[in-house]
């Protein structure tokens, strides 16, 4: 069974860090692109960052560059998302996904397998 399973998320005072993971079962990353989307109340899923299947090219959304990196262990068969400098925007359900390609997008549309998703809220 395909599946992607989630962990990291939680609660977060604005200007904290956490690490989300996003680790498949039932079939080897090393042939998938990874990305990671998210979901505020009230608002499309949108677009985080994703990390190819080849050569470990990312692309970051601009809300997040230079706060947020993505990272893949294929040893592992985990991608990691590490959040820094959280703000109260970026509250949102967290979801990872897979697409069989090589490169990457942030585009919902291209991902065949999803996360169960995971509640980050940063308030104080």
């Known amino acids: 069974q395909v599946q992607l399973v989630q962990s990291g998320g939680g609660l977060v005072q604005p200007g904290g860090s956490l690490r989300l993971s996003c680790a498949a079962s039932?079939?080897?990353?090393?042939?998938?692109?990874i990305g990671w989307f998210r979901q505020a109340p009230g608002k499309e899923r949108e677009g985080v960052s994703c990390?190819?299947?080849?050569?470990?090219?990312?692309v970051v959304a601009n809300s997040v560059l230079g706060r947020f990196t993505i990272s893949r262990d294929n040893a592992k068969n985990t991608v990691y998302l590490q959040m820094n400098s959280l703000k109260p925007e970026d509250t949102a359900v967290y979801y990872c996904?897979?697409?069989?390609?090589?490169?990457?997008?942030?585009?919902?549309?291209?991902?065949?397998?999803w996360g169960q998703g995971t509640q980050v809220t940063v308030s104080s």
């Open positions: 990390i190819s299947s080849r050569d470990s090219n990312t």
């Open positions: 039932g079939f080897t990353l090393d042939y998938y692109a």
């Open positions: 996904a897979a697409d069989r390609a090589t490169g990457c997008v942030i585009t919902i549309e291209e991902y065949d397998y």
